[in-house]
């Protein structure tokens, strides 16, 4: 199994990114899938996700509102759009893939968001 995160980069605060992680050796589509981010110094945490069939999406309270999840079952590909950056929104963002009936979690490689003031 493989999930490759892509997008990250250098943004200026109130500026978007989209980032897409693309899973591969897996049957996505039976796979909730996630975002986390890790800040220097900081745990992991988790900030957004949604289920196998992309009806319902749940977010952490820091990113609500400005940052959206979704899922192309046909490509085997995740999103997350991030609008109004701020500078504490800086760090390694990760995707997940979850099948907890199977106890099955994989996780990508990451990929570094950084936000200036």
């Known amino acids: 199994v493989q999930l490759q995160a892509s997008g990250g980069g250098l943004v200026q605060a109130g500026g978007s990114l989209r980032l897409s992680c693309t899973a591969s050796?897996?049957?996505?589509?039976?796979?909730?899938m996630g975002w986390s981010r890790q800040a220097p110094g900081r745990d992991r945490e988790f900030i957004a996700g949604?289920?196998?069939?992309?009806?319902?999406?749940n977010y952490a309270d820091a990113v609500k509102g400005r940052f959206t999840i979704s899922r192309d079952n046909a490509k085997n590909l995740v999103y997350l759009q991030m609008n109004s950056l701020k500078p504490e929104d800086t760090a390694v963002y990760y995707c997940?893939?979850?099948?907890?009936?199977?106890?099955?979690?994989?996780w990508g490689q990451g990929t570094q968001v950084t936000v200036s003031s």
């Open positions: 050796g897996l049957t996505f589509s039976n796979y909730a």
């Open positions: 949604i289920i196998k069939g992309g009806g319902s999406t």
């Open positions: 997940n893939a979850n099948y907890p009936l199977l106890r099955r979690n994989y």
